[in-house]
């Protein structure tokens, strides 16, 4: 298969290309592409030098996929485009999500709705992707009714720049500004722009994009996402309240069966997830699970991935592998 990775130069295509070769996707030529700016650069990719390209270069190639993260622009921009040219395109930016005539699919929870039409796939977003996949078993054995999430995000969420601009702070150095504000020895509060309702863009994808990938707008979602100092992995802390009441261990066990989901519960030792763990891994891990006392029928419970894998590159090329295995491409 020819994949075509957009974006190849940033922090999720690089990821990207991280995953299709340790995942040995059945790849039989890469084609990264970047911006103008990048055209000619080498990238390698398992011991092979690849050339950078531009994406209307891309198009004329004819990759059988092609991966895309490279903002929302370029996305609106050539994703159609791709498409048109008979390529299907798996688009990490917010672009496509919401739009009713695409799928937005994470394989463990709602893979099962993609068809031979699906020409443009959108990833969703990362804390979603993360909190979706722990709570689609709970939904299964004891419907959902209510989801209170507070996030704390990694800087690698945002790209490069923001990476930078946390190594500029931490060494005293005068650089580019991804955030309006000091993001080492700090929190903000605020994680894309603001909406009319208070809410900012990134808490609005949690709430819509999860009605959508669990297929159920009865569950009803609100979020507080947070930056906070961190490289590599999303948390979050989750409070579920269902319709019908559990057996905490029966909960636990029925997230352990749950593929793509590692259980780290054990306070007698001092066992939770933490990002530092994540780092690098393809799953999404859960611990710190606990009845809500000042409520019947709730658990709280604390989620962390690596943001860049499942939240963003593996689960794109997780979707490409589910196409191929449907042999949809
Ligand atoms: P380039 O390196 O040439 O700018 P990040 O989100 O980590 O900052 O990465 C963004 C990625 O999107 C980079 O690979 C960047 O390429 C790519 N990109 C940005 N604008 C375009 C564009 N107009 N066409 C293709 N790729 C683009």
Redesign the pocket.
């Known amino acids: 298969m020819k994949v075509a990775v ?8 690089s990821e990207m290309l991280k995953v299709l070769a340790e995942r040995n996707f059945p790849l039989t030529e890469l084609i990264p ?7 000619g ?1 080498e990238i390698e990719f398992k011991g092979k030098q690849y050339k ?1 390209v ?2 209307s270069e891309a198009i004329a190639l004819k990759p059988d996929v092609a991966l895309f ?3 929302g ?2 996305s609106t ?2 994703a159609p485009l791709f498409a048109e040219a008979g390529i299907t395109v798996i688009d990490n930016s917010s672009a496509w999500r919401m739009d009713p005539t695409k799928k937005l699919v994470v394989p463990e929870v709602n893979g099962d709705v993609l068809t031979a039409e699906d020409k443009i796939i959108a990833n969703p977003n990362c804390s979603t992707i993360q909190m979706v996949v722990v709570l689609k078993p709970l939904h299964e054995k004891y419907k959902i009714k209510r989801v209170v999430v507070s996030t704390y995000q990694s800087v690698t969420g ?4 923001a990476v930078q601009q946390l190594h500029d702070e931490r060494t005293g150095v005068e650089g580019e500004k991804a955030y309006p504000y000091q993001i080492d020895l700090n929190v903000i509060p605020q994680i894309d722009v603001f909406q009319d309702n208070g809410y900012t863009k990134e808490e609005m994808k949690m709430i819509l994009e999860t009605n959508k990938i669990m297929q159920d707008d009865s569950i009803r979602v609100t979020a507080t996402t947070v930056r906070i100092p961190v490289m590599g992995g999303h948390s979050e802390s989750v409070n579920i309240e269902f319709e019908n009441d559990f057996d905490l261990n029966e909960l636990r066990e029925a997230l352990r069966a749950q593929e793509g989901v590692i259980v780290v519960d054990n306070p007698a030792n001092l066992e939770y997830p933490m990002p530092k763990d994540a780092h690098g891994k393809d799953e999404v891990f859960v611990g710190r699970i606990r009845r809500d006392e000042s409520q019947d029928k709730t658990v709280n419970l604390w989620i962390v991935a690596d943001n860049l894998r499942k939240g963003a590159a593996t689960n794109a090329v997780q979707v490409a592998e589910l196409l191929s295995k449907k042999g949809l491409i």
């Not at 592409?33 to 055209?39: I, L, Q």
């Not at 945002?158 to 720049?161: A, N, R």
């Open positions: 957009v974006g190849a130069t940033g922090l999720v295509g592409v970047a911006s103008e700016r990048s055209k650069k950078v531009t994406p993260s490279a903002g622009g370029t921009e050539y945002t790209g490069v720049k």
